[in-house]
């Protein structure tokens, strides 16, 4: 049942889908040279992680396709930025208006590139956290291998040499040694997994929202822009009025430069609207100038954004966990 | 002073900038082979329009850019497909919380990326768009070109052979006739460029607040699924209470779904706050239940923003305005 909604199975189009046939595919897509990234992404791609231990091997090729996906997203952004710039350029040979809102359009677009570049940076970081998961894999692999081998070497021994009692002896302390050393590294494994994965997705989480929404921000603010283009027709002979927008588009790029200085987490205005049980349970009303849709089920969740915010220095913190896990590694160890 | 905020000077960074020291840069940028796009992204951008009339050279260049844009955007959502999957795939091998909660992840990360592919169809409208005030340009730099060879003409003859007067006022009557032909190529490029930009920019501006609403919408949800992972250390050899997730993780999704196909331009949360007089004086508070924020200068925003909902049809509009210069035209050319 709970397998709906999963990737590992196909999906059906929704009726929305069905209802709204979407605009037609874009011309460029996939018909030229270098249409699947080119050859650096598909070796990256394919060669990840074939040489490491078995255990890391998915995750070694998650590392390896997130790294496609940051170098995709920085051809675009610089390409944006020239977009912007040329835009400009172009205006700069037309009439006064088209000229000042091509060049404030531009400074927006050029705007949104350099915030594609600070999510690029804050992606990158979620992609580390994902490289230490990888690299606890890595390390953990080797002492479940230890221990199946010293499985394999007693039982060879009680089949060839089952009066070698002394032999067999030592190799089952050091299976019991073994088997501490595994049960301590299945623990780290778990607790550092699930640590770094909530810490990980839940800063990718936040540098999205944060680089969605600014991006929605600006496009209002070009749309605001756009409003002071004079688009009426004009007939042979007859010359425009005069532009006198200066003022105004430097105030909307004033604005929307305070508008992006302004925002934080917690003016997030974009919020999901859950209907779990357990979150409406808890609610407190005591925010009465939210929205009617976010009182229902929203207010509890309020108070999480705000935490999330330093997930910074809790991708630090978790070292701590390491810590805690070795300790008790060496109590069992002491007791053995 | 209207150029301050303007590309094409340079810009010092704000206090925000200096304040809040971004993060490291990206450890993957522009380190590596196909770092600047490759041959084809260069390739394109520096002939285009190089063959064409002046006139067009500069849009030409543009939108050859906006092409290496959707590419960029198109490999970075595919790639981001297959880090979805990815994903699934490696919560498969972990114990059941990741194994549930890394594969509803990736069915959220993989909706985004439907999303990237939606916007980057809906991109490449605004691309043709673009293109086709480039092929006004085009075509408007012939009439120019031919009134001005006809002024030279008639310079040449009047220095050359002044006392054929017959042929210097058939040139002449030529030239009213390029005059007015050119007159209206003019008063075209500037009603086509300005219908034209508008259209463009507000499809494009359209489409950039729903995509990233909604992936905004979408990462919201993403961090309450992650709440769903217990991330409390466990001790060696301590099990972990099993996973009872499946439903809440389960709703959450398709929450999401909701909320995805509930979502229209008119509901979009985020707005630009102007801080411009005019829009100022035609503020009617008759929606009280608005938060106090937008209650100052949004209102008369509210409609434009609902007018702008069908953009796609005025793209195909415009092309009466065209019809229109046309009727003048032929107007004074059957007046002359």
């Known amino acids: 049942m709970h397998k709906t909604y999963s990737l590992r199975n196909a999906r059906v189009p929704t009726q929305s889908q069905l209802q709204n046939p979407p605009p037609p595919p874009a011309t460029t897509k996939g018909k030229f040279f270098g249409g699947k990234g080119g050859l650096a992404f598909n070796f990256r791609k394919n060669y990840a992680g074939a040489m490491g231990p078995q255990l890391a091997r998915k995750l070694a090729q998650l590392v390896k396709i997130e790294k496609n996906v940051l170098r995709a997203m920085e051809i675009a ?11 400009s350029l172009w205006g700069l040979e037309n009439d006064d208006d088209v000229s000042d809102i091509t060049d404030k359009l531009g400074v927006l677009i050029y705007e949104m590139s350099e915030l594609d570049d600070q999510f690029i940076d804050r992606y990158d970081q979620y992609r580390l956290t994902l490289k ?11 002492s479940r291998d230890r221990k199946e081998k010293i499985d394999d070497k007693i039982a060879y021994l009680k089949y060839k040499d089952p009066n070698n009692i002394q032999k067999i002896e030592i190799l089952e302390q050091e299976l019991v040694r073994a088997e501490a050393e595994s049960l301590v590294a299945e ?28 991006v929605a921000l600006i496009a209002g603010y070009g749309k605001a822009l756009l409003e002071l283009l004079d688009d009426s027709p004009v007939t042979p002979g007859e010359t425009r009025p005069a532009y006198d927008g200066y003022e ?32 409406q349970e808890e609610t407190d009303s005591s925010d009465e100038d939210l929205d009617n849709r976010r009182i229902n089920n929203q207010t509890v969740q309020e108070n999480e954004w705000i ?8 991708i630090i913190e978790q070292d701590d966990d390491d810590q805690e896990v070795q300790n008790v590694a060496n109590n069992i160890e002491q007791s053995l």
Chains 1, 2 share one sequence.
């Open 77 to 87: 952004s610089m390409e944006r930025r020239q977009a912007a710039q040329q835009l």
């Open 132 to 142: 230490s998961i990888r690299d606890i894999e890595n390390s953990i692999q080797g």
């Open 187 to 214: 623990a780290q494994l778990s607790n550092i997994t699930r640590s770094k994965m909530k810490a990980a997705f839940s800063y990718q989480f936040d540098s999205m929202i944060e680089h969605s929404e600014k």
């Open 248 to 279: 105004a588009s430097k105030q909307i790029i004033i604005d929307a430069e305070h508008a992006l200085n302004e925002w934080t987490l917690d003016t997030a205005q974009v919020r999901p609207n859950l209907s779990i049980r357990e979150y």
């Open 307 to 314: 935490d999330d915010e330093d997930d910074d220095s809790r």
